[in-house]
């Protein structure tokens, strides 16, 4: 599946980078909810101060990894939620860079 962003991980356990798409193209900012209770997500995803979804934790089936299963919606993301799984970048030797990694089958 095609990457379609790049996040760092910053010193607070937030994430800050950007979504690139063929008709988006935004700075965002993945924040975890302290205030999460019951299934609330985990984290809080933001572009321009406005909240476009969430984050929920969750493990890979075959590796036993965490992820971040990411849902966003926005008018300019088109009419359906758009799912992204983040996890770590292919290539990359920085363990605090990851991708948005596009799911769209979730």
Known sequence: ???IGHVSRQQDGSFKGSIRTLSVSAEIQIVPNRAKMGEQPDYRVFAGGVELGGGWIRTGEVSGNEYIRISMAAPELGNRPLFANLGRAAGQDDDDT???IWNPSN
């Open 98 to 100: 990851f991708a948005l």
């Open 1 to 3: 599946m095609p990457a």
